[in-house]
């Protein structure tokens, strides 16, 4: 296989979040689902002047009816042709299967996670540092999650249980596993928050960040109160560097083009190109707002040039 020549702007997990809890912001890491809205992500990143994540999760692959190279072929065509500057990352987002991880590592993703949460807590250090030294062997960043975070849609994952992660624990787990980044339960879900309603346990996420200096990262994004995400984010010592938010985006899109149903990625590819501008518009503005009033991150990107 040959290795692809990345730009210079595009960069692992790592680099983006050392200088995210340095400098008290958190870098968006936004799930497209389609390769379409790749583009969208790029141009409000770029129009904010912002660090951003671009990802997707290997249950949406298969959903969407994409391969991780043609997640990865997008997204660099999109880097190049939209004229990205500012840093970017390409994620994996939750993945079980090593094959995946490797899949997705020889199409270009900087960063991959795997997601062993739902087995005890030896067998999910046993996975996550094996899928840390693959990754690190390879020039790539690992996230791995300890806890469980809920779903109301299950798009990203299959369990809908919740169980919050032990800080003592995490501890633990982050200095055996040698992961960048730690995806905690706190008590937000993946989804459209519908009768439960989203929550953040800031005292939990004190002890975790006291215990351990592995980046933290927050999953379920979408639906959550900016004022209860910015004090996530602002916590002493380092908060949350890194958010997911992918269902808010099809929802903008879905929206903008009077739908109510999800596409495949085919057929998103066929839409009409007027159509295909409308629902990236919505898209782009949805990234946008979420970039300058949800994450902070808006104008961060200069931190990476000093």
Do not use: W
């Not at 929206?255 to 295909?276: F, I, K, S």
């Amino acid at each position: 296989m040959q290795t692809r020549t990345k730009p210079a702007n595009v960069i692992t997990l790592k680099e983006a979040l050392v200088l995210a809890e340095r400098h008290g912001y958190a870098t968006g890491s936004f799930s497209p689902r389609y390769t379409p809205m790749i583009v969208p992500v790029l141009r409000a990143a770029q129009q904010s002047a912002s660090p951003a994540i671009v990802q997707i999760s290997h249950k949406e692959l298969l959903r969407y009816g994409i391969t991780p190279r043609q997640f990865g072929d997008a997204f660099y065509e999109a880097v190049r042709s939209e004229g990205i500057t500012v840093p970017v990352v390409l994620h994996l987002d939750h993945t079980k299967e090593m094959d995946t991880i490797a899949l997705a590592i020889e199409a270009g993703f900087t960063s991959v996670m795997i997601d062993a949460s739902e087995q005890p807590l030896e067998a999910n250090i046993a996975l996550s540092k094996e899928a840390a030294a693959y990754a690190h062997a390879r020039g790539v960043s690992a996230e791995a999650e300890l806890g469980m975070i809920g779903t109301t849609d299950f798009v990203e994952t299959d369990k809908d249980e919740e169980l919050y992660t032990d800080p003592v624990e995490a501890k633990r787990f982050a200095e055996e596993t040698g992961v960048d980044a730690l995806a905690v339960s706190c008590g937000t879900a993946h989804g459209v928050y519908m009768v439960k309603q989203p929550k953040i346990d800031y005292g939990r996420l004190r002890r975790i960040r006291e215990l351990t200096p592995v980046h933290l990262v927050l999953h379920g994004g979408s639906g959550v109160p900016a004022d209860m995400m910015r004090q996530a984010i602002a916590l002493p010592g380092g908060g949350v560097s890194k958010v997911n938010i992918a269902t808010d985006l099809e929802l903008a899109l879905l929206a903008a083009l009077g739908r109510t149903e999800r596409m495949t990625d085919a057929e998103c590819r066929a839409l009409p190109a007027e159509r295909l501008e409308t629902g990236r518009a919505a898209v782009e503005r949805t990234v946008a707002d979420k970039i300058a009033d949800f994450l902070g991150s808006k104008g961060a990107a200069a931190f990476f040039a000093r």
